[in-house]
């Protein structure tokens, strides 16, 4: 069967930047679902996007779609037909599905069935309808029209190219004929492009000063911007998205460096990167210690005879930016930090829970009882949580949101406040994300976490809880954060007794009854996805999690040891064995003895078991102490054989009552020493 090389592509106004790739992706996807639906065949796909063009090349694709056949089964025979062999009305139904007279239908089985074969189709009558129906899937929040057409697509469309081989393919789509003449750059050669066959489409856009390829431009510009900042003496800040989107920007990049004056370097540098990132699309250039250089790259999209020109353009856009961020910081610090928070009185965090202000005041004094939990410093702690909300009352983190908590960082620092009190005013908000860094101080830790834990009890205290997608205070994300930063930083806190005085700071103004449960099974509850991710068995979890520990690191300290006693060869055997004693003493009536008494022993076994038990408990418990768990977990596996013995040789319940009391009151004393870690027979 022959093949062609295919090309399609759309013309349009620029396209929006940030949605550039997300559409080309489907654009591609699209197409290849329409091309495997129609059993064509091709060698491969590539998708080209630049700001007024998206593209799709597939290369040896089959010319003729194959003959195909269709067989749809109906009712059964004895269905179909009565006694008199009268077509019933599911004979008849499926005849009309089919669209056939019932004559057509092939009767001689067991059922009705209905055979056609279907030829094959010229590809280029079906490409048409592939793109289209591609377009129309595309990921578009919001299309618009142009002029008095009736067409609907994210930007107005200006041309189309369809070319299978080096024919083109004759249709209109979204009111664009198809022809082979593309266009060149705005400005180097706005003059119409031939394209003289799919292979040859970068090469003729190239030639009329467009790169079609994002890949080329990205690396282009990453390349050419990284050769810039080392001739500056600098490393440019190039973040992956900023890069996607002035790669969408261009269709022939050219960095250039630019620069500012030095005096706006007094600003916090965050704010003059933010606004030379996210206003001008500019990458800033950071000197060997991380210090703000006076310099600056734009990507142009044109190659100036007086490059010179376009730099000075740019330097006089930033100018004002800059100005503003310089005249905020500048109004902000003639004021304290701590003067902020009586505008924050006004401010509503959540109107059964009060103000702002509140919430700072609240959260000072639980980052006090948890900072001298984990070895911190209570009244730097309170300070922070004090201060902690200030600098959303100022004028730059209204000009510039993204810098809340690293304005109150400069502000605490120029007002003499302590620097891990600075410190922490930024580092509340960490972890920003999924694995994003951590507060570097205690101080910023028990800010951190007091600020997440008093969020999450007063939106559960006032019964809004998150419900599938919906967490609109991101109570997930607080959770994850408070359960990271004291497993990872090794900080040792009974969450039970802190959420118990997170509550009892709401007063009134939470429900309290349950609300400490609820929030510590919601805090629990992110461990599961945790672990899960990091390949751990939920049964793993499962049997630390029915303990109950108070802590996340003991919780997770205790994890880790069921992970590793798990790859023991008596694992498996004692799980099956906690298993079974659980299910044994749980059927007991009445209590069970607390002591084992030698004196009902009437086999050797039970003594084997009983002395390996108060051996192992000698043993495990200074384990325990330390919370050794793997230590002591490896140490109980030892038990293994007298307990096999035991099943074994002895009848646990006997027919006299005191020997039957005895012997649960030593498998009791065996399964306490498991469940000094975990519940291991929820391994089994």
Known sequence: MSALDFLVELGTEELPPKALNTLAEAFLAGIDKGLQAAGLNYETKTVYAAPRRLAVLITALATQQPDRSINLDGPPRQAAFDAEGNPTQAALGFAKKCGVDLSEIDQSGPKLRYSQSIAGKPTSSLLPTIVEDSLNDLPIPKRMRWGARKEEFVRPTQWLVMLLGDQVIDCTILAQKAGRDSRGHRFHHPENVRIGSPSSYLADLRAAYVLADANERREIISKRTEELATRQEGTAIVPPALLDEVTALVEWPVPLVCSFEERFLDVPQEALITTMQDNQKYFCLLDADGKLLPRFITVANIESKDPQQIIAGNEKVVRPRLTDAEFFFKQDKKQKLEDFNQRLQNVVFQEKLGSVYDKAERVSKL??????????????????????????????????????????????????????????????????????????????????????????????????????????????????????????????????????????????????????????????????????????????????????????????????????????????????????????????????????????????????????????????????????????????????????????????????????????????????????????????
């Open 367 to 684: 980052a006090a009882y948890i900072a001298a939990r984990i070895g911190g410093n209570a009244s730097w702690a309170a300070r922070a949580g004090l201060l902690s909300k200030c600098d959303l009352a100022t004028e730059m983190v209204g000009e510039f949101p993204e810098m809340q908590g690293v304005a109150g960082y400069y502000y605490a620092l120029n007002d003499g406040e302590p620097e891990d009190v600075a410190l922490a005013l930024n580092e509340q908000y960490m972890p920003r994300g999924a694995g994003a860094e951590l507060p570097a101080t205690l101080t910023g830790a028990a800010v951190a976490i007091a600020d997440k834990l008093d969020t999450l009890v007063g939106i559960f205290g006032i019964g809004m809880l998150p419900t599938g997608s919906k967490d609109p205070y991101a109570l997930r994300r607080a959770a994850l954060g408070v359960l990271r930063i004291l497993i990872e930083k090794q900080l040792d806190l009974d969450l039970n007794d802190a959420v118990a005085f997170a509550v009892n700071a709401f007063g009134t103004k939470v429900k309290a009854a349950g609300l400490n449960d609820s929030v510590l099974e919601f805090i629990f509850d992110r461990l599961r996805a945790r672990y899960e991710d990091e390949g751990v068995d939920v049964a793993t979890y499962l049997s630390v999690r029915a303990l109950k520990p108070g802590s996340a690191l003991d919780f997770d300290q205790r994890v880790q040891a069921v992970q590793a006693f798990r790859q023991l060869p008596e694992a498996a055997a004692l799980a099956a064995v906690n298993k079974r004693v659980s299910n044994l003493l749980s059927k007991v009536e009445g209590s069970i003895p607390t002591v084992v008494e030698a004196k009902y022993f009437d086999n050797a076994n039970e003594f084997s078991l009983y002395s390996a038990i108060q051996q192992a408990d000698q043993a495990v418990q200074p384990m325990a102490a330390a919370r050794q768990y793997s230590e002591s977990l490896a140490r109980l596996a030892a038990l293994r054989e007298p307990v096999d013995a035991f099943f074994e040789a002895v009848m646990v319940n006997a027919e006299d009552a005191k020997v039957r009391a005895n012997r649960y009151a030593l498998l009791a004393r065996l399964r306490g020493l498991f469940l000094g870690v975990a519940d291991i027979s929820l391994l089994g």
